[in-house]
């Protein structure tokens, strides 16, 4: 017979829901004995107690104030304001203590008059009887302070300070009466808190009596089905934990003809579907960056999205001298060398979370920006990773030999690297049967020409002025010249980098000055200056390409001097 996951799971709940109601009956009405208990101690007791010791606060001002009313007319006879405040305060401290008291005698009448009510009606009514004798013993209070006050006013002194005395005894008679109406509230307090914490301690304990069988129960139940419903759920959970780690060869066995069944199969299908996706993923992540990979399959809706305009830092590296290593070499040899000449390259750019957008032979087409990466950040990146890239060459250059089985006649491999910053398209661009996710605009080509213009400054490194400002805090920079890239009118600042923030030698920053310095006077026409400032780099530098191309220049110039509207812009013809 097959019973459904739904019939078990709602068995088991009404068993539980009797079980827990049952108790929860019990806790209720348990509750409402123990909170008719409880509400009786704030209520009844504590606003006693309150009113006499207020009473009894007031009493003492109220003796204080006569003292002072009957003294200052012993010492000045007559009426005056002084007096008729002290008499105010005095009238008003008695009414208060009268109020106080008889709001106590009200609340005893209540809790005596509550059928409800615990306490012992005996001995609250011998606490009302008190209380009403206090009120008593006040009023012959006040009748002998009118009495002294009657005395003082006849001009009989003595006889006001015997009443003053008289009134003091009574004082002290009706103060210790009253404090000890205020312990008696306190006991009878403390027996009503106590009682009620009996009762409460004997639910509590009834309560969780009963709260244990129910559970006992609960657990009996589940305990019989948990073997029919709870292990298949198991093997499932081991199964999705596997997949999430990886393991997508798992197939959990279908032991049940329920919805747990019918779930497992679905399981395993979806494995098939994940193990299918992750194919397709590392497949199509050998050709394009993982990152984008990721983003296409997980929303595909995007294939169609038009693109949009965004700055990002554009990078192209090139293999110099790839023809003459290239010479008598097997095309598998070649593959070998620009694999792991292409592997060595892009490791930097991934390392820097760059994106690399296509390899064109022995050229890299790399780019930086958002989403993939910070707009504040991707200067740095892009200058770190082409730093990294020159830093590799080493490496290459020693497993060489055994890339291609030569052991002399290699030649050297360099790399020429260009970087420039601004706004690109970007997006998925393409025909209807084959799209590519890049880049492309004025930037773009910009960085390639910066690539190309090394040969022309025999530098590795160049990059345009928007990369070096935003990367001038952490790499060193020292501006080439100004080019006029062909089909543009404005020229354009190329920079080289020259290395790390506090790693770049001493020698080269003292190059790069006398460099600038020459730039500068080469720009004012000052010829002779820039020789020797292009002079003293070399002396420091003697193989540092730019500063031999700026001499060259500078000396052809002062031969034949330019035109007029000449502003140092050189035209960049030809990659």
């Known amino acids: 017979m097959k019973i459904s996951v739904t019939l078990k799971v709602f068995s088991v709940a009404l068993v539980l829901i009797l079980l827990v109601g049952a108790v929860a009956w019990v806790n209720a009405r348990s509750a409402r004995e123990v909170k008719s208990l409880i509400t009786n101690v704030p209520a009844t007791y504590?606003?006693?107690?309150?009113?006499?010791a207020r009473a009894n606060l007031r009493a003492v001002e109220e003796g204080l104030f006569v003292r002072r009313l009957i003294i200052a007319r012993l010492l000045t006879p007559g009426e005056s304001e002084a007096m008729a405040g002290l008499e105010s305060l005095t009238n008003e401290k008695g009414s208060q203590a009268d109020a106080e008291l008889a709001h106590a005698r009200h609340l005893i009448a209540l809790a005596i008059a509550d059928p409800a009510s615990f306490e012992d009606k005996l001995q609250l009514g011998r606490l009302d009887t008190r209380v009403e004798f206090l009120q008593k013993r006040?009023?012959?209070?006040?009748?002998v302070v009118a009495a002294a006050d009657a005395a003082i006013e006849a001009g009989d002194v003595e006889g006001g300070k015997s009443k003053l005395q008289e009134m003091d005894q009574l004082r002290d008679v009706f103060d210790g009466e009253l404090d000890?109406?205020?312990?008696?509230?306190?006991?009878?307090?403390?027996?009503?808190?106590?009682?009620?914490?009996?009762?409460?301690?004997?639910a509590a304990k009834y309560g969780l009596l009963l709260l244990g069988l129910a559970l006992a129960l609960g657990l009996v139940m589940t305990a019989i089905i948990a073997v029919g419903l709870v292990r298949p759920l198991r093997r499932l959970l081991r199964g999705t934990i596997d997949v999430q780690q990886g393991a997508l060869e798992i197939e959990v066995p279908v032991t049940s003809r329920d919805e747990i069944g019918d779930l497992t199969v679905g399981f395993n299908a979806m494995v098939k579907e994940l193990k299918a996706k992750a194919r397709i993923r590392e497949t199509f992540g050998r050709y394009v960056d993982p990152r984008i990979v990721a983003n296409l399959i997980d929303q595909p809706e995007r294939l169609g999205g038009a693109g949009e305009r965004r700055e990002m830092s554009v990078l192209f590296c090139d293999m110099k001298g790839f023809t003459a290593l290239s010479e008598g070499m097997t095309p598998a040899g070649m593959v070998r060398i620009v694999n792991r000449y292409l592997s060595l390259m892009s490791d930097p750019i991934h390392r820097n979370k760059g994106i690399i957008d296509k390899y064109m032979g022995d050229?890299?087409?790399?780019y930086w920006g958002p989403p993939f990466t910070l707009a504040d950040d991707q200067a740095d990146l892009a200058c770190a990773a082409g730093l990294e890239q020159l830093a590799a060459l080493p490496t290459l250059c020693a497993e060489l030999p055994e890339i291609t089985g030569l052991r002399r006649g290699i030649p050297p491999v360099e790399i020429r690297i260009g970087v420039a910053t601004g706004e690109v398209l970007v997006g998925n661009i393409g025909s209807d049967s084959s799209i590519s996710y890049t880049v492309m605009g004025d930037t773009v080509n910009f960085a390639s020409l910066l690539e190309g213009a090394n040969k022309a400054y025999d530098t590795r490194f160049l990059v345009g002025a928007r990369t070096a400002d935003l990367a001038a805090n952490s790499i060193v920079f020292r501006e080439i010249d100004l080019l006029l890239v062909k089909g543009k009118q404005e020229p354009q600042q190329a920079f080289e980098v020259l290395g790390r923030q506090g790693e770049v030698a001493a020698a080269v920053l003292t190059m790069a000055e006398r460099f600038a310095e020459g730039l500068a006077a080469y720009r004012r026409r000052a010829w002779r200056d820039a020789e020797a400032a292009f002079r003293a780099a070399l002396e420091v530098v003697p193989d540092d390409g730019p500063s031999k191309v700026f001499l060259s220049r500078v000396l052809r110039l002062a031969t034949d001097p330019p035109s007029a509207d000449w502003i140092g812009v050189w035209e960049l013809r030809e990659k």
Do not use: C, W
């Not at 006040?138 to 009748?143: D, R, S, T, V």
């Not at 050229?363 to 790399?366: D, L, S, V």
């Open 46 to 52: 504590v606003p006693i107690y309150g009113d006499l």
């Open 138 to 143: 006040h009023a012959e209070l006040l009748k």
């Open 363 to 366: 050229g890299i087409m790399a």
């Open 180 to 202: 000890f109406a205020r312990r008696e509230t306190l006991m009878l307090l403390d027996n009503s808190a106590r009682t009620a914490v009996d009762a409460q301690s004997t």
